[in-house]
């Protein structure tokens, strides 16, 4: 194991994205993880202090409601959504990742699926009262992101909520000068998540990174009508 996992992690995309596929690293990373011989660099073991705060916040009652969380990685984020009683939905493009949030939450009652964002299911279409994006569109590569934003936006029902949480891009910084993964978004990339007339920016926040003081993230939420 690379004593560095950010470099372990760099490396499998890299291989990934030389073979034109951008996503096929995440079940790579996930595998080599489950067997011990990689570290899942953003499994934090705990939800992601930003969405905590815009629960506390907020103080929305999820019964009754439906909610999907988008790249869910190892459920963190999902155990909190459903704990706060959404009917919740996590999906991820890599099998391991599913499994391993599986174990990770024996008795969830977060229902866990294997899917890709970018062909999902067309049930899921304006579906859910509830959608939460953390750092999964700023894992794909920017030619993506344009292709990535409006398929979460596709997710949220009427009168429902989107909360997008990613890494910020320094101002100014041109696309090519960006080496992800991951591909922090711009403000306007973050703007494109209203990606249809009825889906409005409601609230826009930028805070300092925990783990980088020189880094700063995004928090946005999103209703639509
Ligand atoms: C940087 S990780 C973030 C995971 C989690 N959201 C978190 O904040 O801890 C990005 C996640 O998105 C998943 N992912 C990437 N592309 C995806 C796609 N097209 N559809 C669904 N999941 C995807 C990856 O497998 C990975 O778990």
């Known amino acids: ?3 560095d996992p950010r470099l ?3 490396r499998l995309a890299r291989a990934s994205l030389d073979r034109d596929d951008p996503t096929g690293w ?5 595998s080599a993880a489950a067997e011990g011989a990689a570290v899942v660099p953003w499994d934090r073991g705990t939800a992601n202090p930003l969405l905590t705060e815009w629960f506390e916040a907020s103080e929305p009652d999820g019964t009754g409601k439906t909610a999907i969380v988008v790249g869910a990685g190892t459920g963190w984020d999902a155990e909190l959504v459903a704990d706060r009683g959404y009917q919740t939905t996590a999906f991820d493009i890599s099998p391991t990742a599913v499994e391993t949030a599986l174990r990770n939450h024996p008795g969830s009652k ?3 699926v ?3 964002l970018l062909d999902q299911p067309a049930e899921w279409r304006h579906a859910f009262d509830l959608v939460v994006e953390i750092y999964t569109v700023q894992a794909l590569p920017i030619s993506l992101q344009p292709t990535a934003v409006p398929k979460v936006g596709e997710l949220v ?3 429902g909520t989107l909360v997008v949480i990613a890494s910020a ?3 100014g910084q041109p696309d090519a000068e960006v080496e992800g993964p991951p591909w922090p978004l711009t403000r306007a990339t973050i703007e494109s998540f209203a990606s249809a007339p009825d889906l409005r920016l409601i609230e826009i926040n930028e805070s300092p990174s925990p783990s980088d003081p020189t880094a700063t993230r995004w928090r946005a939420e999103f209703l639509r009508d």
Not at 26 to 30: K, V
């Open 157 to 159: 029902g009427p009168g």
């Open 110 to 112: 977060a229902h866990y």
């Open 8 to 10: 372990e992690t760099r």
């Open 26 to 30: 995440f079940e790579n990373l996930y």
């Open 1 to 3: 194991m690379s004593e």
């Open 169 to 171: 891009r320094t101002e």
């Open 114 to 116: 294997v899917a890709d």
